[in-house]
């Protein structure tokens, strides 16, 4: 009795510490599996006429606050390290 109490001990340690690993591992496989699908269904698209893009402003898009703002603290963070 007391070895199968220690062997279910050491499983289900086993399974604590792989655990968080095997999650991440199966999330990861979704998401190749997602862009993959993503990629064949964007090669089998058709090519708009004219073969030019449109865009959908004629203005210049100038980067937000926030967006500026996390630029410059990571170019701190390299700068400092």
Do not use: C, F
Not at 4 to 28: D, K, W
């Amino acid at each position: 009795m007391n070895a199968l109490s220690e062997y279910l001990t050491v499983l289900a340690l086993a399974l604590l510490l792989a655990g968080p690993a095997l999650v991440g591992l199966l999330h990861e496989r979704r998401i190749d599996r997602q862009l993959t699908a993503a990629r064949a269904g964007q090669a089998a698209r058709p090519v708009p006429s004219g073969g030019r893009t449109q865009k959908s402003s004629s203005r210049s898009t100038v980067p937000s606050t926030a967006t500026w703002y996390a630029e410059g603290r990571r170019s701190k963070k390299l700068v400092s390290s």
